[in-house]
């Protein structure tokens, strides 16, 4: 009878969220499920410490610090300790040394050329742009190839001019300056390392069309010598009264929200799993829950957002602890129970016994 309750329980209850989850009718309560919970749930049935220990030491070997820190950071979080030979070998990595050599060199190639690989590279790279020096660079080739009627890309030139104008302080930006000119070179790094969908491209160009007014730009642009920095920068200064950023700025502002989860060069490796701003919003809701480990958990579950674990599988598994917990309460009870009677049932006939034996003493 025991054995029946539990495995009643295990099959009714996990079978009867299913069906509530295909039919909706939880939508309202997945909010409140800890998602935490669940990804660490996956985490464990799908991904083995050998896994974990052999992608650091494939990082390293390839010489991708940042993956082999990511995986360790995720070993960590699954309270999996790396195996000797991948920690000792992402040690031997970190030491001091080994980091100003390799950061050096990338944080000077992004800064000039705008572009990156590691870490340093993307940091130089958005460090640039915040000082607008990226912008002029990008306006003047970009412009260049727009007043010359050559193919060009209005990603790069309407965000760098967007760019520019936040930073002159010629668009009202509602106190979200600083953040909007993050997200501007996040943006732009991501577009020249190819981290950025066709899909969200598409959509981000019609975004800044909205922005800016590129006929006028090319008029403008036309009469300025664009290999001379300050006379573009005083020309497309302004020409920034004109852009209309009221569209483009929630964007650029929630690429904000990511960076400051998980850093630049995160922020523009993630630009991958991104189609539309629907996804946007998703990975950044997934940064703030997991910071730098986002990418690596993506890899490793192929699910791109929070609500993704809250899938049938991970909730029945989820519904199941809860089971196995009950179903060992409700054992634990009915043995308490019965323990009970069986301790009534021998006070009782050691009680009989008692009775039977008292007329015989008397007599």
């Given at each position: 009878m025991r054995a029946f309750v539990v495995v009643f329980l295990a099959i009714v209850i996990p079978g009867g969220l299913f069906l509530a989850l295909e039919a909706g009718l939880?939508?309202?309560?997945?909010?409140?499920?800890?998602?935490?919970?669940?990804?660490?749930?996956?985490?464990?049935?799908?991904?083995?410490?050998?896994?974990?220990?052999?992608?650091?030491?494939?990082?390293?070997?390839?010489?991708?610090?940042?993956?082999?820190?990511?995986y360790a950071e995720i070993a960590v979080y699954m309270d999996r300790p790396l195996g000797e030979d991948a920690a000792?070998?992402?040690?031997?990595?970190q030491t001091t040394s080994a980091t100003v050599i390799r950061n050096t060199g990338s944080f000077f190639e992004g800064f000039v050329t705008g572009e990156g690989s590691d870490n340093a590279s993307f940091a130089g790279a958005v460090t640039s742009d915040l000082t607008v020096i990226g912008d002029i660079?990008?306006?003047?080739?970009?412009?260049?190839?727009?007043?010359?009627?050559?193919?060009?890309?209005?990603?790069?030139?309407?965000?760098?001019?967007?760019?520019?104008?936040?930073?002159?302080?010629?668009?009202?930006?509602?106190?979200?300056?600083?953040?909007?000119?993050?997200?501007?070179?996040?943006?732009?790094?991501?577009?020249?390392?190819?981290?950025?969908?066709?899909?969200?491209?598409?959509?981000?160009?019609?975004?800044?069309s909205k922005a800016v007014d590129f006929p006028a730009l090319r008029r403008t642009l036309s009469d300025v010598s664009l290999s001379n920095p300050n006379a573009?920068?005083?020309?497309?200064?302004?020409?920034?009264?004109?852009?209309?950023?009221?569209?483009?700025f929630p964007v650029l502002a929630r690429m904000n929200d990511v960076q400051k989860s998980v850093g630049p060069a995160e922020s523009v490796r993630l630009m991958k799993y991104v189609r539309n701003t629907d996804d946007l919003d998703n990975i950044a809701d997934m940064t703030r829950t997991?910071?730098?480990?986002?990418?690596?958990?993506?890899?490793?579950?192929?699910k791109t957002s929070l609500r993704a674990f809250k899938g049938a599988i991970n909730l029945i598994r989820w519904a199941l602890e809860w089971v196995w917990a009950l179903g060992?309460?409700?054992?634990?009870?009915?043995?308490?129970?019965?323990?009970?009677r069986v301790l009534r049932r021998r006070r009782t006939r050691v009680a009989e016994a008692r009775a039977a034996a008292q007329p015989n003493k008397l007599a």
């Open positions: 939880l939508d309202a309560y997945l909010e409140d499920i800890p998602t935490e919970t669940l990804i660490l749930q996956e985490l464990h049935a799908t991904v083995s410490p050998e896994e974990l220990d052999a992608r650091v030491l494939e990082a390293l070997e390839e010489g991708r610090q940042d993956d082999a820190e990511m000792a070998a992402l040690a031997a990595s660079r990008d306006i003047g080739s970009e412009g260049s190839k727009l007043v010359a009627g050559e193919e060009y890309s209005e990603v790069i030139l309407g965000l760098s001019v967007v760019g520019l104008a936040v930073t002159a302080g010629t668009v009202a930006s509602g106190g979200g300056g600083l953040p909007a000119r993050v997200g501007v070179s996040l943006l732009k790094v991501a577009k020249k390392a190819g981290t950025m969908t066709k899909s969200f491209s598409k959509q981000l160009g019609r975004l800044v573009t920068r005083r020309a497309v200064t302004a020409y920034a009264d004109n852009v209309k950023s009221a569209e483009i997991l910071g730098v480990k986002t990418r690596g958990v993506i890899l490793l579950t192929g060992v309460a409700v054992l634990g009870w009915l043995g308490m129970a019965g323990g009970r």
